[in-house]
């Protein structure tokens, strides 16, 4: 802009050069605004990409986390029957099999839920730079959504739980996490969730060691009913995870599927 040359314009009355020298300086200001504008928007635009492309990845995880969940849980909860019918008397396992499974009964698993991306959004203000609707309607659902963490706690916290480490020896239990426990398996394998805790297993125990810990277990006139209170709780999340909430799931297997 130059301001001295418009100024000598007006002295001498030039009009028509006054109103090009002042055209041509809002041209130039619209143009700069317009530059400064596009270079938000494109900012923006990388920006929301870089995090749509995070929260997926959080996503797929998140999405193979609530399948460990459901199968988990339903390893559990046979596992749970199981114990209940032979402790009540409806079926034949040997003390072994009852052992494993009671121990089993016991388990619940928990993971630290993978939501960097989705609580950095939330706490700047800019979910909104994720263009798909569907992306963040998953996200708000599934970080919003408590019954992963639910299914978590009811286990850590369940009265079976407890009743069941206070009535065996530590060694006993020893035995049982290390023979029986838990298999280890990597994020995003779907594979292993098939073999995570329901495989065939041995004790490492001796026989006398077995049967001095299944007679605790029957001694224990409250472990039953316990046993069956578990295996409501497990019910009613299963329903949780694979019927009241089948939007998150499904919404969850798009993005893991894409």
Known sequence: MNLRRIMEHVRKLEWPAIAIELAIVIVGVFIGM??????????ARQRGAMFAERL???????AWYYQLQIEYSRDVLANAERAVDA????????????LVSAYRAT????????????DELVSTGTLGLIKSQTLRNTALQVYNF???DNVAREGMQSRYREAFRMTLPNDVQRALGSNCGDRYVRA??????????????????SVGEIEDAVKLLR???GLVALLRLRIADLET??????GNNKDVMQGLQAIANE
């Open 34 to 43: 317009q530059v400064s504008n596009w270079n938000v928007e494109r900012e």
């Open 107 to 118: 388990q619940y698993k928990q993971k630290a839920r993978r939501r960097a991306t989705y």
């Open 87 to 98: 402790l009540s008397g409806r079926s034949n396992d040997s003390n072994e099999a009852l």
């Open 56 to 62: 997926k990845a959080d996503l797929r995880e998140e």
């Open 188 to 205: 995003g394998d779907y594979q292993g969730l098939g073999e995570l805790i329901d495989y065939p297993c041995r004790t490492g125990l």
């Open 219 to 221: 001694a224990n006139d």
């Open 237 to 242: 999340r299963l329903v949780d995870l694979t």
């Open 146 to 148: 408590p019954t992963l």
